[in-house]
């Protein structure tokens, strides 16, 4: 893992205040916003009409779009659909990761049509490839036992993805919040979902797997395929605490994540330890990227969409940014920036993503 001179200096002689940066200049500032450029590596866009990255074009930002095998969106094939569409409107604004279905998955010709489908996407410009929370949490064999992510029937995709170099996406499991009754969740978005969904409340149902055993699944095809440019979204669903997240990252070093819908974790730790999760920030500034799990309806209007993005863009960047105390929907108490330097904020926020989707926002459509 590569440091820069001044992250380097950082870790070596301890935190530095934050109100060192206002002083020297060496954070972004909320002016700063719309002048940096930024690429969001976690959305879902369900509608081809301009008017969505037209606006997210007005505050500086690219995304990548990532098709999700989730019965509540649309069938794989029209998210396909309109990535391609978008692709070809904002040739480098718009990237795309395919995905593919996992029924049918114990039978023979699975394998083979998953494989061409995978193939077919490529072609058609996806820069990765999605696995869901499926996988572990409602995916059932034969026995009817549910399959884990480490089940043998997707190891020969896992390896063609290695040697082929494409990414994986991987969403295993949920936030450990789902595994804890309802007073002990951290973030109040969890406590609301989960108590208006309890049949997704996992401490509810105690005969599924445990978090543990999530993990315990992801980390065991990790390392399985250690060439596989994995990338952990959602924290790598290790968003309770920035140390184990950091062993991950260490155990797997050609393991990324994003924090997209978890950045309320990690406020609710920076209220207890700020500097320790801005020190997370600078050691691993070259594995972390900036996503944020904003998911379109197909017939919603995308200049609606893209102002409710810019609210959700500008909090996160006031987090990044700034030494500022504000309010969160997440928290009940204020929290307080991280005044990340500008170098990290900007391997967060574009050049970790850049280089984990080498061939993304080329102009290609």
Known sequence: MHTSVFSLAVLLA???????????????????????AK?????????????????????????????VDYPDFPPLDDQQRVAIALKKQFPQDVAWAASFSVDGSAQPAWLAATRHRIAASM???????KVWKNIGMSLRGADKELVMIDDARFAPLFDDLARQGIPLLGHQGEPHNCWLPLKRMTVNNDRTYFKNHP????????EMPSWEAQMAARDR??????????????????????????AFLDRFPNAVVDASARIGQLQYQSQRDREKVRNFFIKYQDRILYGSDMAQEPGQDGAALGREAEGVWRM??????????FKVADLDKPVQGLALPRDVVDKIYRTNAERAFPDAWKGQP
């Open 199 to 206: 049949q997704y409340h996992m401490y509810l149902h105690p």
């Open 123 to 129: 072609e058609a410009g996806a820069v990765g490839v």
């Open 14 to 36: 301890g935190a530095i205040p934050f109100s060192a940066y206002a002083a020297d200049g060496s954070s972004y500032t909320m002016a700063d916003y719309a002048s940096v």
């Open 221 to 246: 095809m990790v390392a399985a395929h250690p060439t596989l440019h994995f990338v952990g979204v959602h924290l790598a669903s290790l968003e309770r605490n920035v140390d184990e997240l950091a």
């Open 316 to 325: 996160h960047w006031r987090y990044f940014n700034t030494a500022e105390s």
């Open 39 to 67: 690429i969001d590596a976690h959305l879902h866009l369900h509608n081809a009409a301009p008017a969505f990255m037209e606006a997210a074009r007005r505050q500086n930002f690219k995304i990548l779009s990532i098709n």
